[in-house]
């Protein structure tokens, strides 16, 4: 019974880490497809810091969604906005290197992937 316990756990462990495995790779690939994870869609660009929190700007205005916040230090720059149903929309935007920066986008307190895909988009046509 023991070895059998400690093979489920290892089991399990490894089927943890395989995942995170993944998720990793998706990051360390670069500028690429987006990835929906957690209720966000987060996307890796080539643009920097300063160039993806404008094109954020000009994404959300775009489709007629004005920031109701922003808040921004050297970390991190959240923009929220109300999406077109009433739900909130949050865009944080993060520096990774001088060239490239990571957007994630949310809608909803549990996130609603179609509608992130559209703001992500918009923001995209931008860069």
């Known amino acids: 019974m023991k070895k059998f316990t400690i093979l489920a756990v290892i089991g399990i462990c490894l089927i943890a880490l395989n995942g995170c495995v993944a998720v990793a790779a998706g990051v360390a690939g ?3 497809a987006a990835a929906w994870l957690s209720g966000k869609l987060g996307q890796d660009v080539t643009a920097s810091y300063s ?4 094109a954020s700007k000009s994404g959300l205005e ?3 969604l004005e920031i109701t916040k922003e808040t921004a230090d050297q970390s991190i720059t959240q923009l ?4 077109e149903d ?3 929309v949050w865009v944080d935007i993060r520096p990774i290197t001088d060239t490239t920066s990571r957007i ?3 809608v909803g307190a ?3 992937k179609e509608a992130s895909e559209r703001i992500m988009t ?6």
């Open 104 to 106: 994630e986008v949310r």
């Open 51 to 54: 160039r993806a929190v404008s």
């Open 80 to 83: 929220k906005s109300v999406y």
């Open 86 to 88: 009433g739900r909130e």
């Open 30 to 32: 670069g500028a690429g």
């Open 62 to 64: 775009t489709l007629g």
């Open 122 to 127: 918009s923001i995209l046509s931008y860069l």
């Open 110 to 112: 549990m996130g609603d």
